[in-house]
């Protein structure tokens, strides 16, 4: 999915689509957006109830907050949180759409500047 969505990207950016498919792909890419923001609520709301339920339970005498199962449900939903927000936000999300450019042009101006001529 992931190169076909880049594939079409490009051609939005090339002004191959007319303003409806334009409009489709942003309502669509909104939507997708929205729901990773959901999870993220659902998660957050969910596991806060587990720890919170946990840690009420352990101030009555029960030394079960520091157990596995308090943060398992947490850890593997993080897991499959993170791969929802990957899908969504692409693989460019730590190093951006222009980073090996401009990675390599500053590389290049540091050993230009590092020379002796």
């Known amino acids: 999915m992931g190169r076909f969505r880049d594939g079409r990207l490009n051609d939005h950016n090339t002004g191959i ?3 409806d498919e334009r409009y489709n792909l942003a309502y669509k890419r909104v939507k997708r957006i929205k729901g990773f923001y959901v999870h993220l609520l659902v998660y957050i709301g969910v596991n806060a109830f587990i720890i919170i339920s946990s840690f009420n339970r352990n101030l009555l005498g029960n030394e079960i907050f520091w157990r596995w199962e308090t943060f398992s449900t947490a850890l593997f939903w993080g897991i499959g ?20 450019e ?4 500053e590389l290049m101006e540091k050993e230009k500047s590092e020379k002796w001529e």
């Open 102 to 105: 401009r990675k390599i042009q």
């Open 81 to 100: 949180l993170t791969a929802h927000g990957l899908s969504v936000f692409g693989r460019n999300i730590f190093f951006g759409a222009n980073w090996e």
């Open 17 to 19: 689509y007319n303003p």
